[in-house]
């Protein structure tokens, strides 16, 4: 509860309002007709004008009309059609030589277009997979007209449901047809070769041989077959493949091929597995209790957005480092870059028409939308650096631009660490006695932590055999011996010279009474004198207390003190059953006198 | 000023200098203008984007203008508050044809106008509408709205469509800061 209040307050300060807003509003445009998600969006300066575009994968509203789309400030400069759902788009350097415009690459299906200078240039195609040869059994029998089309859907649907390797596309459409359409289907595709591919899920670059800018990198691609690809950018060749234990959704790649790299794969069975050059499968993975929705890679962290509106990051081995709870659900992610200031953070699209924008789990700033943000980008778009592109759910398109002097100031919207926390401590030197002392420690910690270990058995050793002696010469207030539990306990009163002494005798058996017990005092008698020094105790009742009291007398005039003991015997046996020390207290009586 | 040059000023036989700014955003054809400004022989062929700033000189009728052409550039753009003293004019040069920066050319303007080397001064401000010879540019009134240029109330302006690479436009903008430059001495 006070971790949420607390929150609020902190967005409410991180929260541009209206006057000081660090951000100017460029463009809004509700009805722009865009409909995607940050994956589909790309800022490069396609025609090397120095004007930079943005390029949309548009998937049309409901999903119905794909079009690959060519922003240039607010205006629609080219529209093209697209054969289905693009999956992502990026925007690379795929050659050396000048002038270097970069190639746009936008994911769909089973391919991968590639444009240069706006205009196609190069269809990349996954490899086929080998058809599963029970479905292509089936398809041969129908081909020689063995089989009706009837039982051909009973059977193919049955490899459905148990086959390891899925159907072919040929296979699923004709599962999904109406009786009377099956027959002509049968007839026009019996003689095709069945065809098995897969799609593409997502798609990053990862820098060649270089790590410059404007160097040039491979396409990264992640299949519904669980693999990963890496795509050479002038040859269009295979350079590996990679297999993952599940369906990739995002992707985050870093390093250089040619070196060294790293891969890091979200996937649909919430766990993010990493790769590293060399190794064919995952070398960490991390696993989440939800499904991620995003994943973005800022310096070294991988913050990775959970169906559980949370944001964890974690390093590249997998260890988490901090998690922070949202106020919504979240959409869609990206990195913001701010060059400039090198500053890396994280923007958030909320369901909330919050955007929200953290440092690792510091949040800098929240932007309110007009309407729920489906994706984003930041970057440099038309001629102006620090530029934030918003699609919203009702395909409304929103440019800002960050101010020339905005600066987002840590603490402002603080929910991490208190300040505190980052304050020095005035920590002294390290004394050469220490450093000395540590240099010992670790050369002799075996031998040290050996006799530390005898020392301590030892101690545990005096310790129980002071127990034993002190049982064996009931040396206890506490009887323990099965036949009479007893327990004593004794209270000393008064100033003094004379005091009260109340011995408290209990019988702690359940139901035995306890007879025939003495109580004798044991004392120096130039100190002190007792009326009685010994007398019977009377019968015991299990459970009650006995209060026995009687007089000391100090006789001494020095205000020396000195202890009493105190035995509980049984009639007829020479060991005590009960002991117990009384100090006695100085009488104080006597001193002021 | 020394007897002997204001004896030439009143004659006419050396022009009066005068310092001026000329700002605006990267790529809105500050350099351009000015160069168009200068007389045939000495306008340079190809212009490159500004580093920093360069010292421009060229002469109208009876002025001799000392041109501070400062880069647009963002990462330069800090520089121009240090010539704000110095400047007895402001040239604010707006590409008419990119509407997505209009707010970032309104937000560096207010800026200038709110500066305390600038705010109390009765400093001329002309604006040129650069580009209107691209099918994508907006008027100069559009531009002057955008830029909510009615709220100066308390320094002359003044708003000229213009097609630098043409020259169209720019002498009406310099006769009317001449005339103000002027106005304000006598
Ligand atoms: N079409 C058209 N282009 C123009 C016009 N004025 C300038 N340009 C072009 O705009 C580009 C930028 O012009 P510059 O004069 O370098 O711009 P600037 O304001 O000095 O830019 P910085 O020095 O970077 O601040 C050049 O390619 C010019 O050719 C114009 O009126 N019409
Ligand atoms: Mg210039």
Redesign the interface.
Same mark, same amino acid.
């Given at each position: 509860m006070a971790a949420k209040s607390s929150s609020d307050f902190d967005s409410g300060r991180a929260e541009s309002n209206e006057a000081n807003s660090k951000w100017l509003d460029a463009h809004y445009d509700p009805m722009a007709n865009i409909h995607t998600f940050s994956s589909c969006l790309a800022l490069a300066d396609l025609h090397g004008d120095g004007e930079y575009k943005l390029v949309v994968g548009d998937l049309g509203p409901g999903g119905q009309n794909p079009y690959l789309k060519v922003l240039k400030g607010a205006t629609v400069l080219t529209e093209s059609p697209l054969p289905s759902l693009p999956a992502a788009a990026a925007t690379f350097l795929m050659e050396q030589h000048e002038p270097r415009t970069p190639a746009l690459a936008l994911a769909s299906g089973p391919c991968v277009y590639v444009y240069k200078n706006l205009r196609p240039y190069f269809k990349f195609n996954l490899p086929q997979l080998p058809p599963n040869p029970l479905e292509q059994d089936l398809w041969d029998q129908a081909k020689e007209d063995r089989i009706d089309p009837l039982t051909l859907k009973e059977m193919l649907e049955s490899i459905r449901e148990k086959a390891e390797i899925p159907l072919s596309v040929q296979s699923l459409r004709f599962l999904q047809l109406e009786l009377s359409e099956m027959e002509s289907f049968v007839n026009q595709n019996k003689s095709k070769t069945i065809k098995r591919q897969t799609v593409i899920t997502t798609m990053t670059t990862l820098k060649k041989n270089l790590a410059d800018e404007d160097a040039i990198s491979c396409l990264v691609l992640g299949t519904e077959n669980k693999g990963l690809l890496i795509i050479d950018p002038e040859a269009f060749t295979i350079l590996a493949e990679m297999d993952i234990p599940s369906v990739p959704v995002f992707l985050e790649a870093s390093g250089q091929f040619d070196v060294e790299f790293q891969l890091a794969a979200a996937c649909r069975n919430g766990t993010i597995y990493i790769l590293k050059r060399d190794s064919k499968h995952p070398k960490y993975s991390i696993e989440l209790s939800a499904q991620p929705v995003g994943l973005v890679q800022v310096h070294k962290i991988l913050v990775i957005g959970s169906t559980q509106d949370s944001l964890h990051g974690f390093t590249h081995k997998g260890k988490k480092l901090w998690t922070v709870q949202m106020p919504a659900a979240i959409l869609t992610m990206n990195l913001l870059e701010h060059r400039s200031r090198s500053l890396q953070a994280v923007m958030v699209g909320l369901a909330n028409t919050e955007v929200r924008i953290y440092r690792d789990k510091v949040l800098l700033n929240v932007i309110r939308t007009p309407d729920t943000v489906t994706s984003l980008c930041f970057g440099r778009y038309g001629r102006e650096d620090n530029t934030l592109i918003m699609t919203t759910r009702g395909g409304g398109l929103i440019i800002k631009i960050l101010k020339r002097t905005a600066v987002f100031v840590e603490g402002t919207g603080e929910v991490g660490s208190p300040p505190a926390q980052a304050m020095k401590l005035n920590v002294p030197r390290k004394t050469r006695l220490y450093v000395d002392q540590t240099l010992r420690e670790r050369e002799a910690g075996t031998g040290m932590h050996q006799i530390f270990q005898t020392d301590l058995y030892l101690l545990h050793l005096r310790a129980a055999r002071a127990y034993v002696q002190a049982l064996e010469s009931s040396l206890s207030p506490m009887s323990v011996t099965a036949r009479e539990p007893l327990k004593l306990h004794a209270v000393v009163q008064g100033l003094g010279p004379t005091f009260k002494l109340t011995l408290h005798l209990q019988n702690t058996s359940t139901a035995r009474p306890v007879l025939g017990l003495l109580v004798c005092f044991l004392y120096d008698e130039a100190l002190y004198a007792l009326p009685r020094a010994f007398f019977k105790v009377p019968l015991l009742v299990p459970g009650l207390n006995y209060p026995l009291e009687t007089f000391v007398q100090s006789l001494s005039s020095k205000g020396t003190s000195d202890i009493i003991r105190v035995l509980v015997l049984r009639e007829g046996q020479g060991v005590p059953q009960l002991s117990a020390h009384i100090s006695m207290p100085v009488s104080e009586g006597l001193m002021a006198a | 000023m020394g007897l002997l040059d204001r004896l030439s000023g009143l004659l006419g036989l050396r022009k009066k200098e005068v310092h001026v700014l000329c700002l605006g !955003?990267?790529?809105s054809g500050k350099t351009t203008i000015i160069n168009k400004l200068k007389p045939s022989n000495a306008q340079s062929q190809d212009i490159v984007p500004t580093i920093g700033f360069s010292i421009e000189k060229f002469k109208s009728s009876s002025l001799s203008f000392t041109v501070f052409d400062m880069s647009g550039q963002? #990462?330069y #753009?800090n520089l121009w508050e240090h010539y704000y003293k110095e400047g007895q004019a402001i040239i604010f040069v707006i590409d008419s044809s990119?509407? !997505? #920066?209009?707010?970032?050319a309104k *937000? *560096?303007l207010d800026?200038l106008l709110n500066h305390p080397d600038i705010k109390h001064r009765r400093i001329p401000i002309l604006f040129f509408a650069n580009k209107m010879d691209l099918r994508?540019a907006v008027t100069s009134v559009k531009v002057s709205q955008l830029l909510c240029l009615e709220n100066i109330k308390d320094k002359p302006w003044h708003i000229c469509a213009s097609d630098a690479i043409k020259g169209e436009g720019l002498q009406e903008g310099v006769d009317w800061l001449q005339d103000q430059i002027q106005g304000a001495k006598t």
């Open positions: - | !955003l990267d790529n963002g #990462r #753009r990119d509407k !997505l #920066r209009m707010v970032v *937000e *560096e800026t994508d």
